[in-house]
């Protein structure tokens, strides 16, 4: 069965840096578009950004577009999830999955699956 797992987090000051990793298990990885989500306290899921399979297509949020970056290398089985210039607003935990359907890449979590245990980001000063 694919897994997902997470990685990457922690407390970092506004304006900071961090770089998510989600490291994937299973023969579907490299074949695979990915997504990274995350979901506040108290708030329902969100969509971040995602990755088509050959890396050859992105999407990203229109509130971190400018900040965050998604990359991947299927040789390492690994999705990657650049975040810049930081904001108490970014403060989640993030969790990467696995598009399941569809030749385009898309926001909503329903297309998505393998949901990883997720990491937790905090932004505070």
């Known amino acids: 069965q694919a897994q997902l797992v997470e990685s990457g987090g922690g407390l970092v000051q506004p304006g900071g840096s961090l770089r998510l990793s989600c490291v994937g298990s299973?023969?579907?990885?490299?074949?695979?578009?990915v997504g990274w989500f995350r979901q506040r306290a108290g708030k329902e899921r969100e969509f971040v950004a995602a990755?088509?399979?050959?890396?050859?297509?992105?999407l990203v949020a229109h509130a971190v577009k400018g900040r965050f970056t998604i990359s991947r290398e299927n040789a390492k089985n690994t999705v990657w999830l650049q975040m810049n210039s930081l904001t108490p607003e970014d403060t989640a935990v993030y969790y990467c999955?696995?598009?399941?359907?569809?030749?385009?890449?898309?926001?909503?979590?329903?297309?998505?699956?393998?949901w990883g245990q997720g990491t937790q980001v905090t932004v505070s000063s």
């Open positions: 999955a696995y598009q399941t359907s569809g030749l385009d890449l898309y926001p909503d979590p329903a297309y998505y699956a393998s």
């Open positions: 990755i088509k399979w050959l890396g050859d297509g992105q």
């Open positions: 299973g023969r579907t990885f490299s074949k695979t578009s």
